[in-house]
């Protein structure tokens, strides 16, 4: 019987430790050698962290773009109202309706 790739997962390093003693102790009970010394241990520590930096820069980035849009959006109904406030201040007014049109074209639109 041959085996092939033993993954052994642990929380911590005596997790991992404990774990490769059962493996030692089962293999001795079944009379198998799992050639533990070839074994190789990898702390995810490091890539968790790592992991981590990124997407915390991922969701900073994403409030910032989020409170942008949130802020252009503010300002465009601010804008709107500025907007209708000018033109009902024009059509207020006692002018004729043609002067009233003129006075419209002359308001200063926002382009988006």
């Keep these: 019987m041959c085996v092939g790739d033993l993954k052994l997962l642990g929380r911590n390093e005596n997790e991992l ?3 490769m003693k059962i493996v030692q102790t089962v293999s001795k009970d079944i009379s198998k050698k799992f050639g533990l010394e070839k ?4 702390c995810l520590k490091e890539v968790v962290s790592k992991a981590k930096c990124k997407l915390e ?3 900073r980035t994403t409030l910032k773009n989020w409170n942008r849009e949130k802020h252009i959006s503010n300002e465009k109904e601010k804008l709107k ?9 024009v059509f207020g007014t006692e002018l004729s309706a043609k002067n009233a049109i003129h006075a419209t074209g002359s308001l200063a639109v926002p382009v988006h």
């Excluded at 074994?39 to 990898?42: E, G, L, P």
């Design 17 to 19: 430790k404990n774990e």
């Design 39 to 42: 074994c190789a241990r990898m």
């Design 57 to 59: 820069a991922h969701l």
């Design 81 to 89: 109202k500025d907007y209708l406030r000018s033109l009902r201040l």
